[in-house]
């Protein structure tokens, strides 16, 4: 990996009361880089997600986008600059068709300043949904997003954060929930964006997929950061298999 | 169980999402193009025979129904924003008011002071909210119920524009048929023009500021800036509806703000169908007529109001207009069932 630093994560600080939520945790991510966040649960992945993207503030330390200084700034100005992310509970807007649910994310004033034209949403969002996998001559795409099931709900999130054209993803569990097959079908439209250059952090507990797909992990317990790099390397250290996965794994 | 006999079931169709749907497809045949005009067309006939032909105390009652219709229906467009408001009357107060000085002190008249209370109106009932739109659910409402009280006593305390008196000697309308005209006039541009508003794509967005403001949020969207666009619009139209009883009534005081402005509306609401825009209006239509005709009833009028809301919330939660509409589309047919 050589590519320039797109994201700069400085000492990041959040206390919940008095429980420290995130503690001092850095790390950097090159361009076209993907990088996975896991740790167990409560060991503050999610917060980690939503001090990067603004959703929740942090207490101190600094987060550099491609160079610029995002610390604090409103979440919505940070997905302008091209942070797109999915929410782990994917909750679409049930009443719309799938394919509307996307003329929302394509309302944005970033796809609006690159050129998005007025009245063309809806063709690009069924372009979109066949992206990530709805097919395009089948009913799927018109069918009210409540009576999908949960597979396509989950991308037709990843199709919401794609809509923005974002250049550093944010996923956040995304194969949670999903089955066998479903994360199986899933795991090539990720490796797609990956090879389109996309920078890429997963928040993932489903370690088998996730380590197909990232270069390297940073592994979080009670918020700090007690291991990064190579997964399998990070998955050898003593602290990580005390902390992750409890006790001493066997075999495998 | 014997199954010799022959039985019947009741059967559900639905009318093809092509066949409802707006676009060119409609065009193909009168039968689809009656089929979407008559819901819009023959209530406006409705309308116009009744503007025409009801006797004069009941056109009356005709221009306080529009105007009370206007305010629901622009209740209704801040709950497809996410925002309900307890303070509709905060609205019309204030679009009262500003007429009412317009006309008191400038010399304004009617014809000037509507539009332009319209307008002023909906900057400064937005500016008033702005700094807690950031407030969700039901912090926000208890915000817009408690401001137009505040109103009424900062009139009472400090008696501008005419404290406890009021503004008298307001001019009014030369004569009833352009008092109806204007009313059901505003009535019908707001109806439609906040109908065409929620089907464009601008309109898809403030309803998915309210089923999901995060993930709007995150696709780089000032839904802050949104939300106080949708208190302006909302805002305009029933601060002009204020501003058009001023003239009315020929009179503003505190009663503007009154709670009634502010419940009203979401019982309009609740009546005919939230979400909709038309389903307020049907509301209206249906609660201000009755409520004259219970009149006669003294203080009992509001115990049968009362029971009449109950019964509807009970036993039709989803609305007059969002079970017709449903009926609408299905075509039901007995068929018999085969063992």
């Not at chain 1, 995130?22 to 939503?50: W, Y």
């Not at chain 1, 609006?112 to 063309?120: E, L």
């Not at chain 2, 209704?76 to 008011?97: I, M, R």
């Amino acid at each position: 990996m050589n590519g320039k630093i797109i994201l700069d994560v400085v000492e990041l600080v959040k206390d919940f009361g008095g429980v420290r939520a995130v503690d001092r945790v850095s790390f950097q991510l090159r361009e076209g880089e993907a990088l996975g966040i896991i740790g167990p649960n409560g060991s503050g992945k999610t917060t980690l997600v939503n001090l990067i993207t603004g959703f929740v503030k942090p207490d101190s330390g600094e987060v550099f986008f491609k160079g610029e200084r995002i610390t604090g700034l409103s979440p919505y100005s940070v997905a302008r600059r091209g942070i797109g992310r999915t929410f782990q509970m994917a909750r679409p807007f049930y009443k719309l068709p799938a394919y509307r649910n996307l003329v929302v994310p394509l309302w944005s004033p970033r796809v609006r300043a690159s050129g998005g034209k007025y009245g063309d949403r809806e063709a690009v969002a069924l372009d979109l949904l066949e992206e990530v996998g709805f097919e395009r001559d089948s009913s799927v795409p018109f069918k009210p997003a409540g009576a999908l099931p949960h597979g396509y709900l989950k991308r037709l999130e990843l199709a919401r954060c794609l809509a923005i054209r974002p250049e550093l993803i944010i996923l956040d569990e995304l194969f949670s929930g999903l089955s066998l097959a479903e994360v199986a079908s899933t795991v090539p439209i990720i490796e797609k964006l990956q090879e389109e250059g996309h920078s890429l952090i997963m928040v993932e507990h489903r370690l088998r997929e996730l380590f197909r797909i990232v270069d390297r992990v940073i592994v979080l317990n009670y918020g700090q950061k007690i291991a990064e790099g190579n997964p399998r390397e990070v998955m050898e250290s003593e602290a990580v298999k005390k902390a992750y996965l409890g006790v001493e794994p066997e075999g495998a | 169980m014997p199954n010799k006999e022959k039985r019947l079931r009741k059967e559900r169709l639905d009318r093809g999402i092509k066949a409802r749907s707006e676009d060119i497809f409609a065009l193909s045949s009168w039968k689809e193009i009656s089929y979407l005009l008559a819901p819009r067309v023959l209530p406006l006939m409705a309308l116009l025979f009744l503007a025409l032909f009801l006797p004069v105390y009941w056109k009356k009652v005709l221009v306080t129904t529009a105007i009370f219709g206007i305010l629901a229906m622009s209740w209704d467009l801040l709950v497809c924003t996410g925002l309900v408001s307890l303070g509709q009357a905060l609205f019309f107060g204030v679009g009262a008011y500003i007429a009412g000085s317009l006309n008191h002190k400038l010399g304004l008249p009617w014809w000037c002071t509507i539009w332009t209370s319209g307008l002023l109106g909906g900057v400064l009932c937005s500016a008033i909210l702005a700094p807690v739109l950031r407030l969700r659910g039901i912090y926000f409402s208890m915000v817009t119920l408690v401001v137009p009280l505040m109103l009424v006593r900062i009139i009472e305390a400090t008696k501008i524009l005419g404290g406890t008196e009021g503004l008298s000697g307001i001019q009014g309308f030369p004569n009833l048929t352009v008092e109806l005209v204007l009313s059901l006039g505003m009535f019908l541009c707001v109806l439609f023009g906040y109908r065409r508003l929620l089907g464009t794509d601008y309109g898809l967005v403030l309803q998915g500021i309210r089923d999901n403001d995060r993930s709007v949020i995150s696709a780089g969207i000032n839904v802050y800036w949104l939300k106080a666009q949708a208190l302006f619009l909302a805002g305009s139209a029933a601060a002009m509806a204020g501003a058009f009883m001023t003239h009315a009534y020929m009179f503003v005081g505190m009663p503007v703000f009154a709670l009634d402005y502010s419940i009203l509306p979401i019982a309009a609401a609740v009546v005919g169908g939230m979400g909709s825009i038309a389903g307020p209006a049907v509301g209206a239509f249906l609660l201000v007529p009755l409520s004259e005709a219970l009149r006669g009833l003294g203080a009992l009028r509001i115990v049968f109001y009362g029971v009449f809301l109950v019964v509807f919330v009970v036993g039709l939660p989803e609305g007059i207009l969002h079970y017709l509409q449903r009926k609408y589309y299905q075509f039901e047919r007995w068929v018999s069932v085969e063992e």
